[in-house]
């Protein structure tokens, strides 16, 4: 991590997941907030690559799978664009960040991950657990499906690369509102879940813990981090808001101690809407969180 690693820095302004209008922009707040400038300061050399292109919502014919997953194919070709790109970044022995947009970008950021280094464990940080299937999904948006879309645990609605994401490889922290189905299922897997009552109960230090002892010997660990895991107080710009959140302190302690595992080598940060923020509060706070992970310390 850090200084050890070039940065790739891609921005995927992509609204096609779910239906509030908005989270496309969250690539141009991340970096209006001045991720680069912050994660230069912390010592390491950083690449911008610009945006990965995705159509309006305008320009898509929405043929979703049994009614139930809207774009779905406009996001599978946005998707395999973002996965030849970050795949090549992460083959090249770059350390990639990949900016949303809404959290159906995983789709392509976690098959290249595993693409790259197969035993990758994925970290879910969200206030969801995005495990519905186009069956269970009361909403038919893409974001809600995407770890059982990685997993193979729901219906085929795109697959990207080769490689499916083991369920014992994926870890959620943050969790606390789940959809009725989607809770049976999750609880049927083998993904390791920390909700909120975990949290509330044992504290952050030690849920951080035992999801890293869940991770056993994985080679690398990918962070998908929804900016609604955080509570709405400290993070209001996002188009799911759901009270009872981490707080600033659980976010930033998270990142250190994956800063400290040391085997971070991809992030997505997703799911800002600058329409719905306070003066791109939530845009900093997620560069403040993105450099924590990079090595930002208190001493």
Known sequence: MGANHPVRIFGVPMDLGQKRRGVDMGPSAIRYAGLQNRLERLGCTVYESGNITVPQVE?????????????????????????????????SGETVIVLGGDHSISLGTVP????TRPHTGVLW??????????????SGNVHGMVVSALTGSGSEIVMIGERRLPTAQVAMIGIRDLDAEERVNLTKSDVTVRTMRDIDEIGMAAAVRQVLDAFGDVE?????????????????????????????REAHLLMEMLADDGRVRSLDVVEINPILDDSNRTAKVAVELVASLFGQRIL
């Open 59 to 91: 320009q898509v014919d929405d043929n979703p799978i049994d009614g139930l997953a809207h774009n779905i194919y406009a996001i599978g070709e946005v998707c395999r664009d973002i996965y030849a790109n970050t795949q090549a970044a992460m083959e």
């Open 112 to 115: 290249a991950a595993l693409a």
């Open 125 to 138: 940080v969200d206030a969801h657990g995005d495990f519905n299937t186009p069956f269970t999904t009361p």
């Open 220 to 248: 690398a660990l990918h962070i998908s981090l929804d900016m609604d895991s955080l509570d709405p107080q400290f993070a209001p710009g996002v188009g799911t808001p759901v009270p009872g959140g981490l707080s600033y």
